[in-house]
C-alpha cells in the first residue's frame, strides 16, 4: 500500500514558538493532502485541505494565520503551527489519496504536539 | 447538513462477536469507509462499500444498505487488539470524507 510519512513524532516547545510539521507521500504523488487535529477521545477534525501549487482550504473556525499550510510539491505539505499556545496541544495527522475519486486515505503516522 | 452516528462506546468478550453500525445523512455518496484507530496513532484503512451488500475481509466484514444510510462493521472471534476506536467515514457528492465520530470498542478476557 502507499506509504505517507509524518515527521515529527512527538514535539515539545515554549508557548509562543512556531512548530513545523511535515508531511511526506514516499511512493505516490499526492494533488491533495489533508490536516487533521484531534483532541484526546475525540474523533479526527479536518482542519485544512491542501492543494499542490495553490493556497489550501481551511474548515470553518480554524485561523488560517495560526496555522499555515504549504504544499509545495507532489509528495510535501508542511503545517506550521505560529505562536503555538497550550490549547494547541493536539495529535495533527495528515493524510493523502492518490486517487480523488477513490476516496481512501493514506495517513501519516501523527505528530504528538506538546505547548508548555 | 451532513452527519453521521455511530455509538461512542461498545464493550464485548474475547473470542465473541460484535457489530459497530454507522447511519449516515449526506448530500449525495460515493463510498463508505471504515477505518481502525489505536490510541495515539493514526487510523488505517478496514474496508470501502458502495454497493449493498456485505463485503467480508478475515475477520472483519462490512455491510451497506444504501437505502437505508445504514452500514454495520461485524468483527469476529474478537481478540485483545482489537481494542481500539472504528471510525465511519462517508465519502459525498464532492468527494469530501464525512467523518464520524468513532466507536471506541472495549475487549475483555
Known amino acids: 500500500g502507499a506509504v505517507v510519512s509524518q515527521h515529527p513524532s512527538w514535539v515539545i516547545c515554549k508557548s509562543g514558538t512556531s512548530v513545523k510539521i511535515e508531511c511526506r507521500s514516499l511512493d505516490f504523488q499526492a494533488t491533495t493532502m489533508f490536516w487533521y487535529r484531534q483532541f484526546p477521545k475525540q474523533s479526527l477534525m479536518l482542519m485544512a485541505t491542501s492543494n499542490e501549487g495553490s493556497k489550501a482550504t481551511y474548515e470553518q473556525g480554524v485561523e488560517k494565520d495560526k496555522f499555515l499550510i504549504n504544499h509545495a510539491s507532489l509528495t510535501l505539505s508542511t503545517l506550521t503551527v505560529t505562536s503555538a499556545h497550550p490549547e494547541d496541544s493536539s495529535f495533527y495527522i495528515c493524510?493523502?489519496?492518490?486517487?480523488?475519486?477513490?476516496?481512501?486515505?493514506?495517513f501519516g503516522e501523527g505528530s504528538r504536539l506538546t505547548v508548555l | 447538513g451532513q452527519n453521521i452516528d455511530q455509538p461512542t462506546e461498545m464493550t464485548a468478550t474475547e473470542g465473541a462477536i460484535v457489530q459497530i453500525n454507522c447511519t449516515y445523512q449526506t448530500s449525495g455518496f460515493n463510498g463508505l469507509f471504515w477505518y481502525q484507530q489505536h490510541a495515539g496513532e493514526a487510523p488505517t484503512f478496514l474496508s470501502y462499500n458502495v454497493l449493498d451488500g456485505l463485503e467480508e475481509k478475515g475477520r472483519f466484514s462490512s455491510f451497506l444498505s444504501r437505502s437505508k444510510g445504514y452500514s454495520y462493521l461485524l468483527l469476529k472471534e474478537l481478540q485483545m487488539k482489537d481494542s481500539a476506536s472504528y471510525l465511519c467515514?462517508?465519502?459525498?457528492?464532492?468527494?469530501?470524507?464525512?467523518w464520524g465520530a468513532g466507536t471506541k470498542l472495549i475487549i475483555k478476557p
Open positions: 467515514a462517508v465519502l459525498d457528492s464532492n468527494y469530501q470524507l464525512i
Open positions: 493524510s493523502a489519496n492518490r486517487d480523488r475519486e477513490a476516496g481512501e486515505l493514506f
